[in-house]
Every structure is written in C-alpha cells, then in structure tokens.
C-alpha cells in the first residue's frame, strides 16, 4: 500500500559528461496538515509541515520546511493565492547545522514568499468518436 504522506525521488546516477554518481534519491515526507477557513470570506487557508532527506554517495542531507498558502476566490474561474515557505534548519548535535540549530532556537533561517494566479481551464471533449 503506497504511503501518500511520503514521496521518492530517484536522481539520474550518470552525469552530463557520463562521469557515474552512484545513487542519488530523496525521500520526502508530510508531517503535519492544516487548513481553516472564515465562514465571512470565500478565502480559506492551508498549512502543511515537511522533511525532506536527500541520500547520496557519502552524503546525507535533511531539510525541514513549512508551507502556508491563503487562497482566494476571485471569481467562478479564478483564484489568487499567497504563499510563504519557511526553511529550518534540523537539529542534529553531530554536525554544525545542529549548532547553528541551537543558535537559532529552532526558528526557521529563511522565507521565500510567492504570488499565485490560477485560471480554470475548460474544456470540451468531443465523445461522438
């Protein structure tokens, strides 16, 4: 049964010169999902946590973001959206991430903030063939 809170990622294990990078793959999983909405606003907002684990030859790396989009209804076609990502830092003791970790409490160490416009696209299938 596939686990739909967790996604693997296989990466191309040859380079663009053909040089071998042995396997490469990240697994990400969803912790935590949230959503809400105001019962005096069409706009409803949604949350949602994630780790993110990338494995390579001799290399591991862990990221932790937080993902919050309030999505608004434009009109019957149309919505607008704001979404802001937060990065963390992990806290593992045994490398400098994990220090600098501890320097920052636990707060994420960068946002990226983005607009969305999305669109319906209506289409009409033709089922007389």
């Known amino acids: 049964q596939k686990d739909p809170t ?18 490469r793959r990240a697994e990400s999983y969803l912790n935590a999902r949230q959503s809400s909405s105001d019962a005096n606003s069409d706009a409803f907002c949604a949350a949602e946590r994630s780790r993110t684990v990338s494995i390579g030859p001799g290399d591991v790396f862990v990221s932790d973001m937080e993902t919050v989009t309030e999505f608004k209804p434009i009109d019957d076609n149309h919505v607008k959206a704001i979404s802001r ?3 963390f830092l992990t806290p593992n003791p045994n490398s400098k991430e994990g220090v600098l970790w501890q320097e920052v409490g636990g707060k994420a160490v960068a946002f990226f903030d983005y607009e969305i416009s999305m669109d319906r696209i209506l ?3 033709d089922n007389s063939n």
């Open 85 to 87: 990502m937060s990065v």
């Open 123 to 125: 289409e009409n299938f």
């Open 6 to 23: 967790r996604l693997t990622t296989l990466f191309e294990s040859l380079g663009r010169d053909m040089k071998p990078l042995g396997q």
